[in-house]
């Protein structure tokens, strides 16, 4: 069984500054892992995936994520939040990439805004 | 090019009444899924289609709920009789079957109020 926590339902921050958005994940085979966004009234957008190569995986929009094995962890960073970052964000995990085992499991979700 | 597409955007219904929720996968995209998300949660897993493969159906929150899929094409979630708690945003996804980054692109989702 996989899962994903989010911890806390909102962040803020000011334009500028760090975003750092966190996401714990339990799996019991290596992790397939995925950092999705989704601005208002639009679907989910890949931002990155790690697929067990590089542990530092860089994605679109200046956004940056870490595999942590030891800590179960994938963060989210970016080092200066624009305005137009202001949106919800959704870690996501899965088993594997192929068959049954790609269906992701999500977490609750970071609604990021960012202040002028 | 087009990318995923779903409809309809929006769907109020009264409760006890059927719904179909249809999505148009990319071209050439094998796999197909159904999530649901409810108001201040994450997306929850319904079933997943595969080619011309049995779909995983252990999703499904009872069986007032089922979907089809012809071959590569469009897929129909139905819900029957629906309940209040079936209000969410259903989004459809696919993938290509070759390729093993697991990416998989979201539509915009079907916004479903039952009253």
């Known amino acids: 069984a996989q899962s994903v926590t989010q911890l806390g339902s909102h962040v803020s921050v000011s334009e500028g500054a760090l975003v750092l958005l966190r996401c714990n994940y339990s799996?019991?085979?290596?992790?397939?892992l995925f950092w999705y966004v989704q601005y208002p009234n639009q679907g989910l957008q890949l931002l990155l995936k790690?697929?067990?190569?590089?542990?530092l995986v860089k994605g679109i929009n200046g956004f940056e994520a870490e595999f942590k094995k030891s800590e179960t962890s994938f963060h989210l960073t970016k080092p200066s939040a624009h305005m137009r970052d202001a949106a919800e964000y959704f870690c996501a995990v899965s088993p594997g990439a192929t068959g049954a085992n790609s269906k992701l499991t999500f977490g609750k979700g970071i609604t990021l805004s960012v202040r002028p | 090019g087009a990318g995923v597409s779903q409809s309809p955007s929006n769907k109020v219904t009264e409760k006890g009444k059927d719904v179909e929720l249809r999505c148009d996968p990319i071209?050439?995209?094998?796999?197909l899924y159904w999530y649901r998300q409810r108001l201040g949660q994450g997306l929850e897993f319904l079933i997943y289609f595969q080619g011309n493969s049995a779909p995983d159906k252990s999703g499904l929150p009872s069986d007032r709920f089922s979907a089809e899929r012809t071959g590569e094409s469009v897929s129909t979630l139905t819900i029957q009789r629906t309940q209040q708690e079936d209000s969410a945003v259903y989004l459809c996804a696919s993938r290509p079957l070759a390729g093993g980054s697991g990416e998989q692109f979201f539509g915009p989702g079907t916004r479903l109020t039952v009253l």
């Open positions: 790690y697929t067990s190569a590089a542990t």
């Open positions: 071209s050439g995209h094998t796999a």
């Open positions: 799996s019991s085979v290596p992790p397939y």
